[in-house]
Each structure stands twice: as C-alpha cells, then as structure tokens.
C-alpha cells in the first residue's frame, strides 16, 4: 500500500524576545518522527500566505517547522499592515529578532517528537536576519540564507535596529550555511555575495554557496513575478539536501 501521510498545520504561542508571547504558524507531519527542526524566518512582506506555504512543505518534507510572526508586536493587522508599521518603526531590532527566534527553537526542541536539532531558513531581510541568528544563537545546527540583502552592509545602512552589519559577527558563526543567490540580484550583488563568502573562508567556517544564472531577488517567491522555476527547483533540493545532512537523528 501506499506510505502514510499526514500533516497537522496552526498556531502556536511561545515565548519569544523578553518572555513576549509570539505566535508562530507551525505545521509537523503526523508521524512518531523524531523530526528534525527547522525556524523560517519570513521575508520584509512579512508574516504572509506565502510563508506559511514554506512551513507546510518542510512538515511535508519530514521536518517540524515553525515561522514566528516578527511583526506581530506592531500589529493587530494584515501581515502588510504590520510590515508597513514595523518599516515606520525603524525595523525589527536586531536584538528581538535573535530572541524569538531563539525562543522558537526552544519551542521547537520541547516537542517530544523533535529530534532536538534545529535549524534555520530565511528569505531577503529573513536571509540576513538568518545571517545574524547563526551568529548569536549558538544552538542551532544549520543555517541557509537565502539572498540575504545589507549583511554587508555601508555605515549609512546601520541603524539603531541594526547597529552591526552581520557580516561583523562571522567570527562567531556556530553551524554550517548554505547561501542560495541569484545572478542578476542588486541586494545582495554578486561582489557583496563573494565578499560574504571570503569572510566565511577566512573564518575556516563550513559552508556552501550558490548562484543561478537567470534568477535575481526573490526567486523563490511563487507567487511574484520574481518567481524563477527552475533556480527555485535545484534550490529547493540544496535546502532539502542541506538539512538532510545537519538535521537527521
């Protein structure tokens, strides 16, 4: 017969950033498991339809999968209209970003059927937010950016939200990452990805890069003209192979 499967999908709170409650949007797949982890981390649109999809395909994919809503404390809202009050607000700080992230790990390790390996996913601002995370968050286990834009960043883009550009911190990098990029993105241009890339290689840290032709910002995002299907696909089995390989029991 056919193998099962099955897949619980809703929200959750948990405590994030300051003992916060946050909700994430968490989907497992109905297994015994023990499942790998993994936090996604949702792109500057924020807490949206899309990345939810992303956190479903990774429980569909044997993974327990959680994306917090980094937006939510400028809410009540849409997902763009709290983005939009988040921007008015200077960003997500830095500092509130590691801790719910962080928290949501923790959540994702207190379930009896997680594997207690946890690692982290995100797209455009969520690229470098996963940049950042890897730095500051010592337990996770595996990290991929995906086009994560001003980790290299120009003093005029520091901010109080963002003081450090993350590429400061490589230093302190804990788990092997995958950087997926696409040849014709402005944010991060190919220079900023080989610049990151170096300091990855000057700090002997493990990882893994690479840039599709054809694709620019945003190639994985179904459901915007950015969409790329075939940089999206092979992407797609990095991420799957990536975590395959740091994730499993």
Known sequence: ?????????????????????IYGYFARPL???????VVVIHHMPGWDEASKEIVRKLAVHGYVAISPNLHQRYGPGTP??????????????DTQCIGDVEGAARYLRSLTYCNGKVGVIGYCSGGRQVYLSACNIPSLNAAVECYGGRIVATRDQLTPANPVAPIEMTANLACPLLGLFGAEDVNPARALVARQEEELKRHGKTHEFHTYENAGHGFFAVDRPSYRQEAAVQGWKEVFAWFGKYLSS
């Open 80 to 93: 763009e209209e709290e983005a939009t009050a988040a921007r008015a607000a200077g960003g997500v700080p």
């Open 31 to 37: 297994g015994p498991g023990p499942y790998g982890g």
């Open 1 to 21: 017969g056919a193998p099962y499967e099955g897949m619980m999908a809703e929200l959750v709170p948990y405590q994030g950033h300051n003992g916060d409650t």
